[in-house]
């Protein structure tokens, strides 16, 4: 479960991104028109690009940090922030969700390029480019 400060924060960015995209969908003349047809596609992806963004790319972070700090120790060092210690058994945690994490974009083959995106116009991009992979277009136009 995640703190209440992260699990609100993304919680409004995901409700503010799908009235972006409800907005954009609804101009008539626009090019994202086709993904409406996969809104719950879209929706799962947002989720997952948020989750990336506001969790496991943090993550990255911190586990190369700790390893940074342990570097050349014999004993691996905790380290302390307030009343939360950051030791190797917390690294194996965030392992373990990163782990999950990249089988998961594997599984269903969305690059790293996915997750980089500055506003919801860039979001739709990525994911037209992901409705557009050759991949796609040999599984009959399913998304």
């Not at 995209?21 to 090019?31: D, G, K, L």
């Amino acid at each position: 479960m995640l703190p209440g400060k992260i699990a609100q924060s993304m919680h409004r960015e995901y409700e503010w991104r799908k009235m972006e995209i409800q907005r954009i969908w609804n101009n008539e003349n626009n090019s994202y028109s086709v993904l409406q047809n996969f809104a719950s596609t879209i929706d799962a992806l947002l989720t997952l690009s948020l989750y990336y963004r506001y969790i496991v790319s943090k993550f990255d972070g911190v586990s190369a940090f700790y390893v940074n700090v342990n570097r050349g120790c014999t004993a691996e060092t905790p380290i302390t922030i307030g009343k939360f210690t950051f030791d190797s058994n917390e690294r194996r945690r965030l392992l373990a969700i990163h782990i999950q994490f990249s089988q998961l974009v594997d599984k269903y083959q969305i690059s790293s390029h996915f997750f980089e995106y500055a506003d919801t116009l860039g979001f739709l991009r990525n994911c037209l480019d992901l409705y557009h992979t050759p991949e796609q277009n040999d599984e009959n136009d399913t998304f």
